[in-house]
């Protein structure tokens, strides 16, 4: 529904309608299930309804909402089934957030489940983690699941997660990212979310992405990507028009465009200046069709026949202060847009601080819902688990006009429209029952025989090795010239 209608409704009716539309997405919830479901339908409420940070798993048993015992809660981790893509359809077809013009904003960002002391748990890679140092970092082994979701406007610590997939030791980080990508955009336009003719859809990623590389393999989809380049990188321009007279073959690149030279600067084709509230005047330089000079290294390795250029706008943003430095370093960044207006460009660098929100939900997940909390052994175990919060976090941001402010005492008031997912999670308990709870009352077993006693485990479980199993070449010299050798 647009926000002209929603603003059109009374009062009681958008309570109504919320009331309605939570229902209708646990319902559908409760069908993606297709094993355990009535345990892990239960456990979603009991991770909502629980009075603060979950610091057990097993403690969510002891609730009224989880009406079963804790062997029903791990055999729905370790055996339940849910059909994701059902689900991820479910997602993409709730009210989603929307900017100006109502355009849709994407964002892409790994977060690590760090398993360090977890040799018996498979598919583990070396996650890099920053240290307490600002200049520290570490390798630790875990489970990085990479995130989409949509962002919202202005400034929040809400978004809409619409997909998440690990990455295992045998994966391409570029490749499978593109993936959830693909799927996410075209779901969205299954879905009606996005019209012909609308605006392209917006995907910001991180500094860990190769940006260039999403760009072309998302080429065929309306979609702008963004994301940040590191400040040392040496870019191209377009080529300068072929002269008369001169012969050879015409260049493919044109002049370097050194970001630690600002004498290899042209002149930029859009500046603009903006004052903002937080990091006082921000002065934003654009160059159009700047473009990076590809090799066969790297994802580009398997590329077959020559490189293509890929052409966007390179754009340079200096800001007066941050919160703690003066003199802030600028921030360079590369977007898939050619011909970008000044509108353009400080849409895209606003939509890039945006991206921060998911930051939000990821410390929302690990310290109050209790994503990295269970010691899983199982990877699949770990995807349930994180799909069961991403259904939660759903419900809550859903369940947000319904919200009441239960505020501690030292905390400030704030209206309804402005409370956060931990606030809101506080009273889900009271939202909760008046909402659709499919889940079948539970019938009295016995106990399990379990291990006798006296007898041992012989079963010990393997050990697993951390890190990529599959070593690609990084250069066409070590995969010959004349061929490829795998």
């Not at 055996?79 to 009210?95: D, E, M, Y």
């Not at 970092?137 to 699941?145: A, M, R």
């Not at 929040?156 to 570029?174: C, E, F, K, N, Q």
């Not at 399990?448 to 199993?469: E, I, Q, S, W």
Request: aromatic share 8%; hydrophobic share 40%.
């Amino acid at each position: 529904m647009t926000k002209a209608v929603r603003a059109s409704l009374l009062p009681g009716a958008v309570r109504r309608e919320a009331f309605a539309e939570a229902s209708r997405f646990r319902g559908e919830f409760y069908e993606c299930l297709t094993a355990r479901r009535d345990a892990l339908s239960e456990w979603v409420d009991a991770v909502l309804c629980a009075d603060g940070a979950v610091k057990s798993p097993v403690d969510l048993t002891l609730l009224p909402e989880h009406r079963r015992g804790h062997g029903a809660m791990y055999g729905g981790l370790n055996h339940g089934r849910i059909n994701l893509g059902r689900l991820r359809a479910a997602l993409a077809g709730l009210p989603l957030p929307r900017f100006d013009g109502g355009r849709l904003v994407l964002a892409v960002d790994v977060s690590p489940w760090l398993r360090s002391d977890a040799p018996c748990s498979a598919e583990r890679l070396f996650c890099h983690v920053y240290g307490r140092v600002k200049t520290a970092s570490q390798s630790i082994p875990g489970w990085p699941y990479s995130f989409v979701a949509m962002l919202e406007p202005g400034a929040t610590s809400w978004t809409a997660i619409l997909d998440a997939v690990r990455l295992g030791p045998a994966d391409d980080a570029t490749a499978v990212t593109a993936a959830p990508l693909r799927d996410v955009v075209e779901r969205l336009i299954a879905a009606g979310q996005r019209q012909a003719g609308a605006p392209d859809i917006v995907i910001v990623s991180d500094a860990g992405y190769d940006v260039t590389r999403l760009a072309w393999v998302l080429r065929d989809l309306p979609v702008e990507l963004v994301g940040p380049l590191r400040s040392d990188r040496v870019m191209r321009l377009p080529k300068p028009p072929r002269m008369h007279g001169v012969n050879g073959r015409p260049p493919k690149h044109g002049p370097e465009f050194r970001f630690t030279k600002p004498e290899s600067w042209p002149e930029p084709a859009i500046t603009t200046v903006t004052d903002t509230t937080n990091y006082g005047r921000a002065e934003t330089q654009a160059w159009d069709r700047v473009h990076p000079r590809l090799t066969h290294r790297s994802s580009w390795l398997d590329h077959d026949g020559e490189l293509a250029l890929v052409d966007g706008t390179l754009m340079r943003l200096k800001v007066e202060h941050l919160s703690k430095e003066r003199d802030a370093p600028p921030l360079w960044s590369w977007s898939s847009k050619t011909g970008a207006t000044p509108d353009d460009v400080d849409r895209f660098w606003q939509a890039f601080l945006r991206r921060f929100d998911l930051e939000h939900t990821f410390r929302f997940a690990k310290q109050s819902l209790g994503w990295t909390t269970p010691k899983l052994r199982t990877p699949e175990a770990a995807d349930r688990w994180t799909w069961i919060l991403i259904v939660a976090h759903t419900q809550l941001r859903l369940a947000r006009p319904l919200a009441v402010d239960l505020r501690r005492p030292w905390e400030k008031p704030t209206t309804s429209d402005r409370l956060t997912p931990a606030r809101v999670r506080r009273g889900f308990r009271n939202i909760r029952a008046h909402l659709a709870c499919p889940a079948r009352v539970p019938k009295p077993t016995g106990t399990g025989p379990g291990r006798p006693p006296g007898a041992k485990n012989k079963h010990r479980a393997p050990r697993y090795d951390v890190g990529k199993t599959v070593k690609r070449p990084e250069t066409l010299k070590a995969i010959g010239r004349h061929g490829r050798t795998w």
